[in-house]
């Protein structure tokens, strides 16, 4: 098999990337140069990862370093066909501007890293490439003191999150001399230990509580598109790595893995919907409606009684129909969030705009679960393999905490029509 051939999404990836430069060093002027190198590189990445599943192609690279197979070649579709709708969403910032496509491609290289890695070598490869480019992005929102602000606490808690990462890669192989995804079922007390530290170092990136207060401040001096990226693109790239990690194991999930997965699963569905209600932020709410939909999200990599693959497919499902919902929500927004973030701002806003107003009144809708949205039938499926696995009471409880969340939604909605927000 061609190495070329079978790492051609992600090196026609690295040619866009080679190709910003040039752009800025040629000083063309042109403001569609940019989105258009952007587009050429990400429809025709898709294009060769359809292919790629079609041909059901499946090699190991580079000593097992590097993976492709159908599976991950449709996450990676996935994740990349994720980040085209922030082109819809119409933040002024970096429009026109070569390195705010430079830096979106160089995230979505690390992503593809994370996906495909096969060790924890290239795992963190990918880990570092899919953050470092968000410090900068995050720094140039809309609000300079507030973007300052959350790209320093981001960089501290990725600088954190990247310590824990290493320190648990280094007890892993402490104890086993190996390096490898496929390993991680050591009885092993620092083995268990290491594993302990990767799996809460992945949490923190999702904002799992009890990790979570750093999302609120970051989402806050976010634009839309940033929020967009860390609410979707991120968090699902970080959750498909969980999943590879526990497809790749025959007793990772024992005790006391399923118990940890499942406590901190629904105190973030518990923590999130609750503070939703308190919120008069625009932005802090979407942080915590993303802190309770990875709890959602992360209960399903408990349920041992199915294939790998149906446990994919529901992930992916969620982050498809999770991403459209985002989408609905902040599309309508456009650069209402420039100047100010209070929810104060979308009272009466069905009489401005309904046709905006119904586009985000649909989308909040599918985050709060109401039937018949798709945001409830996921939900569904998720408690039913649940209680499938005889965890009816975990089903149960997060059934529930999932209805805690509906009156902040519909807080909103009503402030639309009929006026007051109130908190």
């Not at 795992?123 to 720094?139: N, Q, R, T, Y």
């Not at 999200?297 to 498809?320: G, K, M, P």
């Not at 009466?348 to 798709?374: D, E, K, N, V």
């Not at 039913?384 to 909103?412: H, M, N, Q, R």
């Amino acid at each position: 098999m061609n190495i070329f051939y079978a790492l051609l999404p992600e090196n026609i990836l690295v040619l866009a990337l080679l190709l910003f430069p040039m752009i800025e060093v040629l000083k063309l002027k042109s403001k569609a140069l940019p989105l258009t190198a952007f587009l050429l590189a990400t429809v025709g990445a898709l294009a060769v990862l359809a292919i790629h599943y079609q041909q059901a192609l499946e090699v190991t690279l580079f000593y097992g370093h590097y993976q492709v197979s159908p599976n991950l070649q449709a996450i990676k579709f996935l994740l990349t066909f994720s980040l085209l709708p922030i082109l819809l969403l119409r933040e002024q910032i970096f429009i026109g501007h070569y390195k705010y496509y430079f830096l979106l491609l160089a995230l979505l290289y690390g992503s593809m890293v994370m996906i495909s890695s096969g060790s924890f070598i290239t795992l963190f490869v990918g880990l570092a490439l899919l953050s470092i480019p968000l410090f900068p992005l995050i720094l140039n929102g809309p609000i300079q003191k507030e973007s300052s602000e959350s790209a320093i606490k981001y960089i501290i808690i990725d600088s954190t999150l990247t310590a824990l990462f290493l320190l648990g890669i280094a007890f892993i192989y402490f104890a086993s001399g190996k390096m490898d995804l496929t390993i991680i079922s050591s009885d092993n007390v620092l083995y268990r230990f290491g594993c302990l530290l990767l799996l809460l170092s992945l949490f923190i990136k999702l904002a799992i509580v009890p990790f979570h207060p750093w999302s609120p401040d970051v989402y806050e001096g976010c634009d839309n598109r940033i929020l967009y990226i860390l609410s979707v693109t991120v968090k699902a790239t970080i959750v498909f790595v969980l999943w590879k990690i526990f497809a790749n194991t025959a007793n990772f999930l024992n005790y006391p893995w399923q118990a940890i997965i499942i406590t901190l699963s629904i105190a973030s569905i518990l923590v999130g919907n609750l503070s939703l209600i308190k919120q008069t932020s625009i932005k802090r709410f979407f942080a915590y409606s993303s802190i309770a939909h990875m709890g959602y999200i992360t209960l399903i990599l408990v349920v041992t009684n199915v294939s790998i693959e149906t446990i994919a497919i529901i992930i992916f499902a969620y982050f498809a129909i999770y991403s459209i919902s985002m989408l609905l929500c902040l599309l309508p927004l456009g650069n209402l969030l420039a100047s100010a973030d209070q929810l104060s701002l979308l009272e009466q806003f069905h009489q401005r705009s309904s046709t905006r107003s119904s586009f985000l009144s649909f989308g909040l809708l599918s985050l709060a679960g109401i039937p018949p949205f798709p945001g409830f039938w996921i939900k569904i499926v998720i408690m039913g393999y649940l209680i499938k696995c005889d965890y009816t009471l975990v089903a149960v409880i997060a059934f529930l905490a999932s209805y805690i969340g509906i009156y902040p939604y519909f807080k909103v909605m009503g402030g639309q029509f009929f006026g007051a927000i109130k908190h």
